[in-house]
């Protein structure tokens, strides 16, 4: 299995400063079709998964345009330009180009 | 508006089964694959297992195969994982995943499975 490795794993942020997470893959994500299928999901307390980036950098409908995402084969980042209130909680990298699909550890996002 | 809704989550005991559901809407269920992912306590999102657009082709996690299968039924727009054999360390809450083109597109709200003596 692919294995997704974020750091840092905690990430304590003062309210309207960037923040920066970064995922590796043991493998690269590019798939035979061209496509890189690397998205990250916010998971708020108490709520389910929420897709924020697919294909690396294309942010999903709704999602603010604070979050970018970039990288290409196995090195990846989001970024989040003014860490707002709602964005604590946990961030994830996962990756859908080999089977099975694979998450990293998970990235806690905290307000100092 | 696409929905996913988890039914079928609760307390069992260790060896015991559960079924867990999920209601789909919204959506050409029969066009898309669908997942379970689950997430234990202190621990990451972790993938389960799949199911084939018209449910002919199913895998699991090598933590649950043999003990959980996943079924659906396009007539009723609906995915099932029937999980056996429970052990405590299956104690998670399960998402209902759509994968869509550009890879787990909806979840679910998620429902909770407790496996305790």
């Known amino acids: 299995d692919v294995v997704m490795t974020q750091s840092p794993l905690s990430l304590p942020v003062s309210l309207g400063q960037p923040a920066s997470i970064s995922c590796r893959s043991s493998?690269?994500?590019?798939?035979?079709?061209?496509?890189?299928?690397l998205s990250w999901f916010h998971q708020r307390p108490g709520q389910s998964p929420r897709r924020l980036i697919y294909?690396?950098?294309n942010r999903d409908s709704g999602v603010p345009d604070r979050f970018s995402g970039s990288g290409s084969g196995t090195d990846f980042t989001l970024k989040i330009s003014r860490v707002e209130a709602e964005d604590l909680g946990f961030f994830y990298c996962?990756?859908?180009?080999?089977?099975?699909?694979?998450f990293g550890q998970g990235t806690k996002v905290e307000i100092k | 508006e696409v929905h996913l809704v988890e039914s079928g989550g609760g307390f069992a005991q260790p060896g015991g089964s559960l079924r867990l559901s999920c209601a789909a809407s919204?959506?050409?269920?029969?066009?898309?694959?669908m997942h379970w992912v689950r997430r234990a306590p202190g621990k990451g999102l972790v993938w389960v297992s799949d199911?084939?657009?018209?449910?002919?082709?199913?895998s699991s996690a090598d933590s649950v195969k043999g003990r959980f299968t996943m079924s659906r039924d396009n007539a009723k727009n609906t995915v099932y994982l029937q999980m056996d054999s429970l052990r405590v360390e299956d104690t998670a809450v399960y998402f209902c995943?759509?994968?869509?083109?550009?890879?787990?597109?909806?979840w679910g709200q998620g429902t909770l499975v407790t496996v305790s003596s």
């Open positions: 493998q690269s994500l590019e798939h035979s079709g061209g496509d890189t299928y």
């Open positions: 199911v084939s657009q018209d449910g002919s082709r199913t």
């Open positions: 294909k690396v950098s």
């Open positions: 919204g959506f050409p269920f029969g066009n898309y694959w």
């Open positions: 995943v759509r994968d869509g083109p550009d890879i787990y597109d909806y």
């Open positions: 996962m990756q859908g180009t080999h089977w099975p699909r694979t």
